[in-house]
């Protein structure tokens, strides 16, 4: 079993993440939460928080959703201490190629709503290069503000598109046919993430109808 924090996504809280946080200890694992203010972020005070919630005698595994999920390799790109090894990182509707919604919200001179969150890695894209096991799930399901700002037809989750939650350095991929905020509510979430965390790869099944290859 792993040790698992928690990260939740922009203009959230942690409360969000509590039913996620829930089903995660039913399985086993131990669970910390970590709030913070997700248009200023102070990524020092932010980082020491995640340290402090590190364990030193079970795996540790760190779960974000969407920028959550790009603070969280962050995080791991800057952490050095060997006693708290990071094990694994799960994304969940993660823009870690950027988000194009945040970018277009920038373009139409309206990216003071964002906050400092651009230069996490919204819009200005740092490397995220880890050498940990990265496992990232997408949603499918184009339910959300996505559609009113910007017109196309790419796969998205509604608010960011699936080519956007990949990259070359990812141990693995995987679609859940859900919305950017319901990816986080789903039971099958939850599964996946189980199974990263046992086996550093996502679970296929015949026939799965929540999932999807993508």
Do not use: W
């Not at 939740?8 to 970590?34: C, D, E, I, N």
């Not at 969280?72 to 969940?92: G, L, M």
């Amino acid at each position: 079993m792993a040790h698992i924090v928690v990260l939740h996504g922009l203009y959230m809280h942690g409360l969000v993440m509590k039913p996620l946080a829930s089903r995660l200890r039913r399985k086993g694992h131990s669970v910390q939460v970590v709030s913070y203010n997700s248009v200023r972020i102070n990524e020092a005070l932010l980082f020491k928080r995640i340290r402090n919630c590190l364990s030193e005698t079970e795996k540790n595994v760190i779960v974000g959703h969407s920028l959550g999920g790009i603070l969280a390799v962050h995080f791991v790109n800057s952490h050095n201490d060997k006693h708290t090894p990071i094990d694994s990182i799960v994304t969940i509707g993660s823009p870690l190629q950027g988000a194009s919604i945040a970018k277009e919200i920038q373009n139409r001179k309206l990216g003071f709503i964002l906050g400092n969150s651009k230069e996490q890695g919204l819009v200005d894209v740092n490397q995220l290069t880890v050498d940990c096991p990265i496992g990232s799930i997408a949603g499918t399901l184009p339910i959300g503000i996505r559609s009113s700002i910007i017109r196309d037809r790419v796969p998205s989750d509604g608010t960011v598109t699936v080519e956007e939650t990949v990259l070359p350095e990812l141990k693995d991929h995987l679609c859940l046919n859900y919305s950017h905020t319901s990816l986080i509510y789903a039971k099958q979430t939850v599964e996946q993430i189980d199974y990263f965390i046992h086996h550093h790869e996502f679970k296929r099944v015949v026939e799965q109808r929540e999932s999807v290859e993508c």
